[in-house]
């Protein structure tokens, strides 16, 4: 049972690697065994190198991984509300507007549309301006400076798309980031593609989804605006005492991290005793017991020893009191022995 889950499971379609097939191979055969075959394998990737890996990797392949499930990709709105959101919840006036956002998340997306990574890209931005916020020691505000410097950092780290790699991607990307006009034409051509499809189990279940995401979205929208209007509705005397909260909240948090530092250290430090104490004293109870089994086997040596001189000195006697030279044996007497002829 369980689950098996690989992450750019499609690094095992590289013919260069000695062991991908193998690796490939072997997965197959396990999942096929009586051992796994009640365990779940998830392969995971980004989609265009996940149908090259389905494609040229193993005939097998496709016949095992039967359901794909493909995640959309988030839009420059999407990526942005979800910045400003995050920077609010955590205490920071942002000092650029959704559209600044959207056009710059965009240049990042077109870029290379190949490594455009949604929610980890706005994540990703969030964190960036954040720290240069912090260099400056403004803790409470995300200027557009922080934000620009954010940016171009990430557009000067971010590798250009090779030729050839884009073109599928980009028709994808020409809807996602495209206005709403032409996004809404873009839907118009594919229902009027679509007219004469029966409906199905699938499209309620599409319906469904699709209802859901609108009602979740309409909701973050509506808290978006609800946020808004309190910090608008805040007097300059009260949003100077969030600040000064909010401000004395990351010095507590500050404060708690430190400690929780202090103390990791301390107990680590205690263990690592714990370890070499106990190490010693291991290495001391084996040198006591190689000592112990080396005097046991010299002990055992010198008793051999002395009870070979024994017998052999035994063994002269009798020797030595065999028959005299007449043919006669010896009697034994005090002092001595006397032949028995006398």
């Keep these: 049972g369980g689950v098996f889950f690989i992450d750019e499971a499609y690094e095992l379609a590289d013919v260069s690697g000695t062991y991908a097939k193998e690796a490939v191979g072997t997965l197959l055969t396990q999942m096929s065994s009586e051992e796994h075959k009640r365990t779940v394998v998830v392969l995971a990737g980004y989609p265009d190198e996940m149908k090259f890996f389905m494609e040229n990797t193993n005939d097998g392949i496709n016949r095992r991984f039967k359901k794909i499930i493909e995640f959309q990709d988030w839009t420059t709105s999407d990526c942005a509300k979800f910045l400003i959101s995050k920077a609010k919840s955590n205490g920071y006036n942002v000092g650029v507007d959704s559209g600044y956002l959207e056009k710059r998340f965009a240049q990042l997306h077109d870029k290379n549309p190949g490594k455009w990574g949604n929610a980890s890209d706005a994540d990703a931005v969030f964190i960036g301006a954040q720290q240069v916020s912090l260099s400056r020691r403004d803790g409470d505000n995300l200027s557009f400076d922080d934000f620009e410097k954010t ?192």
């Design 151 to 342: 940016f171009q950092e990430k557009m000067k780290l971010r590798p250009p798309a090779r030729a050839g790699d884009t073109k599928a991607l980009s028709m994808h990307a020409n809807v996602r980031f495209a206005t709403d006009d032409q996004k809404e034409s873009v839907r118009e051509r594919q229902r009027s593609r679509h007219s004469n499809h029966q409906p199905s189990a699938a499209d309620g279940k599409h319906a469904d989804n699709d209802r859901k995401r609108a009602k979740n979205k309409k909701k973050e929208e509506e808290k978006l605006r609800a946020d808004q209007k309190f910090i608008e509705k805040m007097t300059e005397e009260e949003k100077l005492k969030l600040k000064k909260e909010h401000k004395a909240k990351l010095e507590a948090d500050k404060s708690k991290e430190e400690a929780k530092e202090k103390e990791r250290k301390r107990l680590q430090a205690m263990i690592d005793s714990i370890q070499a104490k106990l190490l010693q004293e291991a290495l001391e109870e084996a040198e006591r017991k190689r000592i112990e089994a080396e005097m046991k086997k010299l002990q055992e040596e010198a008793e051999a020893a002395e009870k070979a001189r024994k017998l052999a000195a035994a063994y002269k006697v009798v020797q030595f009191i065999g028959q005299c030279e007449a043919g006669f044996g010896y009697t034994k007497v005090p002092g001595g022995w006397r032949c028995n002829a006398g």
